[in-house]
């Protein structure tokens, strides 16, 4: 390349590079959609309502909730999947878009091509087993024996989501071969806790309480090996009656489609990040179960590389099935 051609090079580079930054800089400039994989009502829901409420202010414009719920999130996922790179579709998930791969053959979208990680926001702490209180059982012990005496199932809010790792873990050491039935979504698997229709169900926290607090399910443990402080009455499992037991509900994250600007995906890390560090927020999520975390965009990718190769190796030894 001669020095005229170089020069030229490098002053396009240059505009681009800063055409990059001034793009970054103004962003947004209309609201934000965030799309949900799940209908309203469960973990995933109200934690990306929370966090949108908390960057508005941040970045200026509204951050509008978008639940697409159904096919354990594949519908989500190829939606942001082909949404256009520029921001403004972004996507709140679980660690459950890891899982996907190892459960299903084929996917309409890829994981690793087509989604840029943002930043792992939250990281759960554990879950909640809530029962029917209509069922004969007080505690733990009671339960596991009901369940192993009549026929019994579990709930989750999808195939392949951590609450049905978790329940399928519990289900296999504590001996209890309960029915895994999916629903689509926490909010409606909770509706048919509540109505009898299954017996028991893994909960974050904070989605528990208010069913708890009304007397509609009944906690009889928590998964990991430490009790949680807003319910420091609910035992762990470990401690009430299933020794070892320790499983965490992993992380909630953002992603943005692939060939989003960096600049504006640095915008969105630094709106979240600023929003987490606020007392009142990083509070509320720390009592509901989970500790704000907001890694940057390189470090959460090696996460997200390495959880999409560890939870996925947990989904196959449960020999997990699509619906």
Excluded: C
Excluded at 2 to 22: E, H, K, M, P, Y
Excluded at 62 to 85: E, H, T, W
Excluded at 92 to 108: A, E, F, M, Q
Excluded at 222 to 227: L, V
């Amino acid at each position: 390349m001669d020095r005229r051609n170089f020069l030229l090079s490098a002053a396009i580079g240059g505009l681009a590079s800063s055409a990059a930054r001034a793009q970054g800089e103004s962003f947004p400039t209309r609201p934000l959609r965030l799309v949900v994989p799940f209908p309203p009502g469960g973990a995933v829901d109200v934690n990306a309502r929370m966090l949108a409420r908390a960057v508005e202010p941040i970045l200026g414009q509204p951050v509008v909730v978008d639940n697409r719920g159904g096919a354990n999130g594949i519908i989500a996922y190829d939606m942001v999947a082909k949404s256009q790179p520029d921001g403004y579709t972004l996507l709140h998930t679980s660690i459950g878009i890891v899982l996907n791969p190892s459960i299903y053959k084929k996917l309409p979208y890829d994981t690793v091509r087509d989604f840029l990680p943002i930043t792992d926001a939250l990281v759960g702490q554990g879950a909640v087993l809530v029962i029917n209180p209509k069922l004969p059982a007080r505690n733990l012990r009671e339960f596991i024996e009901y369940a192993k005496t009549h026929p019994s199932s579990y709930g989750s809010p999808g195939v392949g989501n951590s609450m049905h790792l978790i329940g399928n873990a519990f289900d296999q050491k504590a001996g209890t071969h309960m029915q895994h039935v999916p629903y689509k979504g926490a909010g409606p698997a909770l509706n048919g806790l509540v109505a009898g229709d299954i017996q028991a169900m893994f909960v974050p926290a904070a989605v528990a309480a208010p069913y708890l607090k009304n007397g509609q399910l009944r906690a009889v443990g928590y998964s990991t090996s430490k009790r949680l402080d807003i319910i420091p009455d609910v035992p762990t499992i470990d401690e009430a009656g299933v020794p070892g037991f320790d499983m965490s509900t992993g992380w909630h994250s953002w992603f943005a489609p692939a060939g989003t600007p960096a600049p504006v995906i640095d915008r969105i890390y630094g709106a979240l990040r600023t929003a987490l560090a606020q007392d009142s927020v990083r509070d509320y999520f720390i009592k509901s179960g989970y500790v704000p975390t907001a890694h940057p965009p390189s470090e959460f990718k090696q996460i997200f590389m390495h959880d999409l190769a560890t939870w996925g190796a947990v989904a196959k030894a449960a020999n997990i099935q699509p619906d």
